[in-house]
C-alpha cells in the first residue's frame, strides 16, 4: 500500500513540473495540449483491458514493475526534446505504462489485505482511502522538493529525477513486496479470453456496476479538459511569468492539502454508513461548485476554484475504486478494474477532443464550463445508483 501510494506522490512532482514545462518553457497551444492528452488516453484504450486480464491471468506485482519501468522511461522521454512531435510519443507510452499498473494495484492490495485477515470486505474502501493519503501527503513532499530543485537547475531536470525515483519504486516493489493471496488464471487452468469473458459477464450482469460506468464517461467528459487546460488557463490568465514553477506548486501544494481534508472527511462519510455511491455524489456536487468559480475573471475566485474542484475529485478516485472494487471477484478483479479504466480513457478521449476543439475555437472558459455541465452529469447518476442499491449493502 505505501509504494503504491508514493508513486502517486512522485506522479504530483511530474505532473506539476511537466505543466511548467509544456506551458511556460514550450508555449504550447490548447490544441497540442489537448493532443497530448489524447494521445494518452487511446493508448490506454487499446491496452487497458488487455494488461487488467494479464494482471489476472500472471501476477498483479509482476504488472506493477513492468508499468515502474515504462513510465520511467516516459517521464525522462517527455523531456528529450522542445519539439512537440518529438515529445508526443512519451505520452503513448506513459499510458501504456498506466495500463499495465491501473486495477492491479488495487487487485493486489485487495487480496493480500483480504488473505492476511487484515480488512473485512466493507474496510477495504476506508483502506484505499488511506492508500490516496499516503499519495497526497508524499505529493506535498515532493511538489515542494520539486519547486526549490527547479528554480535551481531547472524544470528539465526535476521530470528526469522523477522518473529515476519511479525506477527506484519499481526495483522495491519487485525485491520486498509479497503475493502470496492471489491465485494466478494460469495456474487455474484459464486462459486469456476465459479471463475477459467472465470480466465483461460481471460488467453487464451487476447494476451498480452500470451505473459506475455511466458516472465514470461524465466525470471523465469534462475531467481532461481541466487537467490539461486548467493550469494553463491558471498561469495564463493570472500571468505569473517566470515565477509559474513556484506559483504552480503553491497551487499543488494547497490542493494537496485540501485533499488531505476532503479524504478525512470522506473516510468519516463511510464510517457513519453513507456508502460510496451517495459519497461520490456530493464529491461531484462540491466539484461542480469549484469548477463555476474557476469560470470567474478573478485570480483568487479561479485559484480557490481550482484547489475545490481538484481536491474534489482527487478524492473522488478512491471512492470509484472502491465502488467497483464491492462487485469484483477476486479472480478478475484486475480485469473489472481494467474495463472501469477503458470507460475512463473513452470518456477523456472523446471530451478531450470536443472541448479541445472548443477551447481551440472559442476560448478555453469556454471549454472548462463544458467540463462543470459534465461533473453535473455525472454528479446526478450518482443518485441512481443509490436508487438501484439497498441501503444496507452500503453502496
Known amino acids: 500500500m505505501w509504494g503504491t501510494g508514493l508513486t502517486e506522490g512522485i506522479e504530483w512532482a511530474f505532473w506539476m513540473a511537466a505543466i511548467v514545462w509544456w506551458v511556460v518553457e514550450l508555449d504550447l497551444s490548447p490544441i497540442e495540449l489537448v493532443l497530448m492528452g489524447t494521445v494518452l488516453e487511446a493508448c490506454v484504450l487499446l491496452f487497458e483491458t488487455p494488461t487488467g486480464v494479464v494482471a489476472d491471468l500472471q501476477s498483479r506485482r509482476r504488472s506493477l514493475v513492468i508499468a515502474q519501468v515504462i513510465m520511467a522511461i516516459a517521464f525522462v522521454w517527455a523531456v528529450a526534446s522542445h519539439n512537440f512531435w518529438v515529445i508526443l510519443p512519451a505520452q503513448a507510452l506513459f499510458g501504456i505504462g498506466w495500463t499495465f499498473r491501473s486495477g492491479a494495484d488495487v487487485a493486489w492490495v485487495t487480496d493480500e489485505l483480504k488473505g492476511r485477515g487484515l480488512a473485512a470486505e466493507d474496510e477495504i474502501d476506508l483502506i484505499l482511502l488511506e492508500r490516496h493519503k499516503v499519495g497526497i501527503a508524499s505529493g506535498v513532499v515532493f511538489v515542494a522538493l520539486a519547486a526549490l530543485f527547479g528554480t535551481l537547475v531547472g524544470v528539465r531536470w526535476v521530470i528526469v529525477g522523477c522518473g529515476l525515483l519511479y525506477l527506484l519504486?519499481?526495483?522495491?516493489?519487485?525485491r520486498v513486496f509479497p503475493e502470496d493471496y492471489f491465485v494466478p488464471g494460469s495456474e487455474r487452468g484459464e486462459?486469456?479470453?476465459?479471463?475477459?469473458?467472465?470480466g465483461f459477464r460481471v460488467m453487464r450482469t451487476r447494476p451498480r456496476l452500470r451505473v459506475l460506468i455511466g458516472v465514470v464517461l461524465f466525470?471523465?467528459?469534462?475531467?481532461?479538459?481541466?487537467?490539461?487546460?486548467?493550469?494553463?488557463?491558471f498561469l495564463r490568465e493570472i500571468g505569473f511569468g517566470e515565477?509559474?514553477?513556484l506559483a504552480l506548486a503553491a497551487l499543488f501544494i494547497a490542493v494537496a492539502i485540501a485533499s488531505l481534508a476532503v479524504n478525512w472527511w470522506s473516510t468519516r462519510q463511510l464510517l457513519a454508513g453513507k456508502g460510496v455511491a451517495r459519497l461520490a455524489g456530493a464529491l461531484l456536487f462540491f466539484t461542480v461548485v469549484g469548477?463555476?468559480?474557476?469560470l470567474l475573471n478573478v485570480g483568487v475566485a479561479i485559484a480557490l476554484g481550482f484547489m475545490l474542484q481538484d481536491s474534489?475529485?482527487?478524492?473522488?478516485y478512491p471512492v470509484l475504486d472502491g465502488w467497483?472494487?464491492?462487485?469484483?471477484?477476486?479472480?478478475?478483479?484486475?480485469?473489472?478494474?481494467?474495463?472501469v479504466g477503458q470507460m475512463t480513457a473513452i470518456g477523456e478521449l472523446i471530451g478531450g477532443l470536443a472541448l479541445g476543439a472548443l477551447a481551440q475555437l472559442v476560448s478555453i472558459r469556454a471549454s472548462l464550463a463544458g467540463a462543470a455541465l459534465m461533473f453535473l452529469v455525472a454528479g446526478l447518476l450518482t443518485v441512481r445508483g443509490r436508487v438501484e442499491v439497498p441501503e444496507t449493502s452500503n453502496v
Open 191 to 198: 486462459g486469456f479470453f476465459d479471463i475477459l469473458r467472465t
Open 312 to 316: 474534489m475529485r482527487e478524492s473522488l
Open 219 to 233: 466525470l471523465n467528459f469534462g475531467a481532461e479538459a481541466f487537467d490539461r487546460l486548467g493550469p494553463a488557463h
Open 324 to 339: 467497483a472494487n464491492r462487485d469484483a471477484p477476486s479472480e478478475v478483479r484486475a480485469t473489472i478494474h481494467s474495463l
Open 243 to 245: 515565477d509559474s514553477l
Open 291 to 294: 469548477a463555476t468559480f474557476v
Open 169 to 174: 519504486v519499481g526495483v522495491c516493489i519487485a
